[in-house]
């Protein structure tokens, strides 16, 4: 079992940046892949980025590549999403998610969830 804790939301205007930590408590942090997930008011969670334990790759969803990049330290237990060029359209409760086989950067595939944090980009 693993157990996250996400930080680094805020309040942004739009055009700015914010980088998101989620911080695993697990010794086995490797054998994780991890997930960004975001659900905006009245929407459904919706997978932001993904980056698998097997073999590295990356997931981008379309709406934030070329904006978004999620990296991972694995000596701190450690990923991040390092999000640019913020939009309003980008408001959100942002979630990490662990799963250890998960093959898709869908909700339905991740069982280990943080509590969120919100990320609020005004115009």
């Known amino acids: 079992e693993v157990q996250l804790v996400e930080s680094g939301g805020g309040y942004v205007q739009a055009g700015g940046s914010l980088r998101l930590s989620c911080a695993a408590s697990s010794d086995t942090f490797d054998d994780y892949t991890i997930g960004w997930f975001r659900q905006a008011p009245g929407k459904g969670r919706e997978g932001v980025s993904c980056i698998s334990s097997t073999d590295g790759s990356i997931y981008y969803a379309d709406s934030v590549k070329g904006r978004f990049t999620i990296s991972s330290d694995n000596a701190k237990n450690t990923v991040y999403l390092q999000m640019n060029s913020l939009k309003p359209e980008d408001t959100a409760i942002y979630y990490c998610?662990?799963?250890?086989?998960?093959?898709?950067?869908?909700?339905?595939?991740?069982?280990?969830w943080g509590q969120g944090t919100q990320v609020t980009v005004s115009s």
């Open positions: 998610a662990a799963d250890r086989i998960a093959t898709q950067c869908s909700r339905y595939e991740y069982d280990y």
